[in-house]
């Protein structure tokens, strides 16, 4: 069973949230008023009942704050009610409008970063690894090789799966694979701490660079 947080905002609040944007006759705030004490305690029974679902507490709020809306409109004279509409739709297109102004304002900041790392660091590191891949032997290039396409292999596999809808499965063990990964990385840590710590100060500054290009 699940309890859980109610979304909505309290009836008292939406009350005020009428005072303020329409002009509400005195009869009509108390006639609203009658309303939440109506049905301000059947929401707090709700809030401590227990549910088998979050659908079904969801479902039990939603039914409830449909009547109440159903009881407001009845209070409020068409005009009112248009009004609220009115401001609902604007703020809808507002927050639509915002999302997509984030959105964009993401996708800029994506292609500097990558534009950034390609003119970068990508170079960089592939000076890098060519340094780490003398250092290896022939046997452990071969066995990295296979290394590669069996982790390729697991991530189409991972992807494949979540495309159909499914949930891939956490292996009950780890796979060899990893711990031959693992032992490569011990093998070779000292001439990958070596090669990392040439280029420590443009690490540095790559960094700086990408936290400016995100806080744009």
């Known amino acids: 069973t699940t309890r859980g947080h109610d979304a909505h905002p309290p009836l008292e609040r939406m009350i005020e949230h009428l005072e303020k944007t329409i002009d509400l006759s005195d009869e009509q705030t108390t006639q609203l008023q009658l309303i939440v004490n109506d049905y301000q305690p059947r929401l707090e029974a709700l809030k401590s009942q227990d549910f088998e679902t979050r659908e079904a507490k969801r479902e039990a709020l939603k039914a409830v704050h449909e009547d109440i809306k159903a009881e407001i409109d009845a209070v409020l004279t068409p005009e009112q009610i248009g009004q609220l509409e009115a401001i609902k739709k604007e703020r809808q297109e507002k927050r639509a409008q915002d999302k997509e102004k984030m959105k964009a304002k993401h996708k800029a900041i994506k292609a500097e970063l990558e534009a950034y790392n390609n003119e970068n660091v990508t170079p960089v590191l592939l000076v890098q690894r060519a340094k780490l891949e003398d250092k290896i032997s022939e046997a452990d290039k071969a066995t990295i090789d296979e290394l590669r396409v069996f982790f390729e292999a697991k991530k189409q596999e991972r992807a494949k799966m979540r495309e159909n809808g499914e949930r891939p499965a956490r292996p009950d063990q780890k796979p060899a694979e990893l711990e031959i990964m693992k032992a490569l990385l011990e093998k070779y840590q000292d ?3 070596m ?10 500054q790559w960094q700086e660079d990408m936290k400016e290009i995100k806080a744009t």
Request: aromatic share 0%; proline share 0%; charged share 45%.
């Open 191 to 193: 001439d990958i701490k």
């Open 195 to 204: 090669l990392m710590a040439e280029i420590e100060d443009q690490r540095g």
